[in-house]
């Protein structure tokens, strides 16, 4: 558009020239060579304009005849290079689509129309047709080669990386990762893998170092940054804590004052106060924790806070945490523990139901088993008690990745995933029956009613005969056997009654005897109810 602006311009000058030339009528004198020729100032014009264009036309015309054989190769240069990107990127849609012969005939298309070291796509589009052909060994080779190229270094860590983590070799992969995470160190994937392998082997410094620096590229958000630094801090204050006190509790604070809710942080951070003798900044940090979570670890140390406290303070300072969380199931069974220790039953028993009212599980029914046999040694109610237990959810713990640890680790023993611990209920144990009743501690347990005498025997059929007279007594009247009366006494059967016995009736087995193994408590009246017919039963 610019260029035919520009040729309308010229255009519109010359014509505005020629019309100024001819309003001004005027002659040009030239003398050559002994002649003197006379024109008028408009043909002189005409004559100038169309040398120059004559020069011009001929310049170009010898210009292009020298330059036709470059212009000529660099024509077909551009066509077959056209072609073989056009191959490239039909062989790079074919080996994301899972389409490895067509992704090897377009690399080898492409490698005959574009040299490789020209264009280093070749070079992976190469590998991943390896790669789905299954020849993993030729891949690996086309990235180490890529190494030896600054251009493509990083693509061929990358792809080795992930061969050793398909292969399982977490030594070889942390290595290539390491190597990239030095070239460049906003790849998040060299990132991840150098933090893992700086974890697994305890150099905490050096994983905040690397944390601090995804902060600064804005590889992670400042909340998952904040995060891993408390989770890398409590882990160094727990390394630190017996060989250096000070330092632990430098990390220990920072993790607490950058995640105040989270429990492992208060827990070694009150740890090392306590061990200095500062109790009253390592209540608070811990009554910070159990406000905005309840955990049993910071009960459990924050109600041992004193070593020489009384069993009567600590039950004080159980309740007080449970002033600070009502209604809330781990501040009732803080409190139920406490009491149990200073032989309180009432109230043990007390806030031990109220919290499996809150949140049945398993570790509320032991506290009352515990409870019950302390007070009144009655094993049945005891071992009802651990049979509900044994049917309750499971108690929250430390969970990662399948693993089920009592206390928190920094990373998961199966992968090394960072901040990998979750406290939640471990997903094992099958639910209960749906639509199954609440279970109330408080419940009597009806008694059974039990026969004065249990039978030996069933009760024989009875064989009817035609009576005789009345006031008669025959033969089969005599051999008839007698049932029992209402004491429980039996006549003996005599040989005659077995004598008026038909051949052809038939024989009754004697009943087998129910027996009870000595501690068998008897049955649950919530399993028999259970067992109801009515009942829907999930297995």
């Not at 070749?122 to 390896?130: D, H, R, T, W, Y």
């Not at 030729?138 to 890529?146: I, L, S, V, Y």
């Not at 070799?169 to 995470?181: E, I, L, T, V």
């Not at 979750?422 to 609440?438: C, F, K, N, Y």
């Amino acid at each position: 558009m610019i260029r035919i602006l520009i040729f309308l311009v010229v255009v519109f000058a010359l014509g505005l020239g020629f019309a100024w030339l001819a309003d001004r009528p005027g002659e040009m004198v030239v003398t050559f060579n002994g002649y003197q020729y006379q024109v008028s100032l408009m043909v002189a014009a005409v004559a100038v304009v169309a040398v120059v264009a004559a020069v011009m036309i001929v310049w170009w015309l010898i210009k292009s005849l020298w330059n036709s054989p470059y212009t000529i190769s660099r024509y077909f240069r551009v066509r077959r290079r056209d072609r073989g990107y056009q191959a490239l990127s039909t062989g790079m849609i074919a080996a994301g689509a899972g389409d490895g012969a067509l992704a090897r005939k377009k690399t080898k298309e492409a490698a005959k129309l574009i040299r490789s070291d020209q264009e280093p796509l070749i070079q992976l589009l190469e590998a991943q047709a390896s790669l789905l052909e299954g020849d993993h060994e030729g891949a690996r080779e086309k990235f180490e080669t890529m190494l030896d190229d600054p251009e493509m270094r990083l693509l061929g860590l990358r792809g080795l990386y992930l061969e050793a983590e398909r292969l399982g070799d977490r030594n070889a992969a942390r290595h290539y990762a390491g190597r990239a995470a030095v070239m460049a160190p906003q790849l998040a994937w060299a990132a991840e893998s150098t933090l893992e392998d700086l974890t697994g082997h305890g150099d905490w410094d050096g994983a905040l170092r690397l944390v601090e620096a995804q902060k600064s590229t804005r590889q992670i958000e400042r909340d998952a940054a904040n995060r891993r630094r408390a989770v890398l801090l409590t882990a160094k204050a727990q390394a630190l804590l017996d060989s250096d006190p000070n330092a632990a509790r430098t990390a220990a604070i920072e993790a607490n004052r950058l995640r105040p809710d989270f429990a492992p942080a208060a827990v070694v951070a009150a740890t090392a106060l306590f061990r200095q003798n500062d109790v009253r900044k390592g209540s608070k940090i811990l009554e910070a924790a159990w406000k905005a979570e309840p955990h049993p670890e910071i009960a459990e140390l924050y109600t041992h806070a004193r070593p020489g406290d009384a069993v009567v303070d600590r039950l004080n300072r159980a309740k007080k945490l449970q002033e600070m969380k009502k209604n809330h199931a781990e501040s009732s069974l803080t409190v139920a523990r406490a009491a149990l220790d200073a032989q309180d039953f009432a109230t043990a028993r007390r806030e031990a139901e109220a919290a499996i009212r809150m949140d049945r599980r398993e570790g509320a029914y032991l506290l009352l088993a515990d409870i019950e046999e302390a007070e009144t040694g009655d094993q049945g109610k005891v071992r009802q008690l651990l049979s509900k237990a044994v049917r309750a959810p499971r108690d929250p713990a430390w969970v990662a990745d399948g693993v089920v640890s009592e206390r928190w680790a920094p990373v998961s023993p199966v992968t090394g995933k960072l901040d990998a611990f979750e406290w939640r209920a471990p997903m094992e144990r099958l639910g209960q029956l749906i639509d199954s009743h609440e279970e109330t501690p408080d419940a009597e347990v009806p008694a059974i009613a039990a026969p004065a005498k249990p039978a030996k025997e069933r009760a024989a059929e009875v064989i009817d005969h035609p009576t005789v007279s009345a006031g008669k007594t025959t033969a089969a009247d005599e051999a008839e056997p007698e049932r029992p009366d209402s004491e429980g006494h039996v006549t003996p059967v005599t040989a005659a009654a077995f004598a008026a016995v038909p051949a052809d009736a038939e024989a009754v087995e004697p009943a087998e005897e129910l027996t009870r193994l000595p501690d068998d408590p008897g049955v649950d009246p919530d399993d028999e109810a259970e067992k109801s017919p009515r009942r829907f039963r999930l297995f």
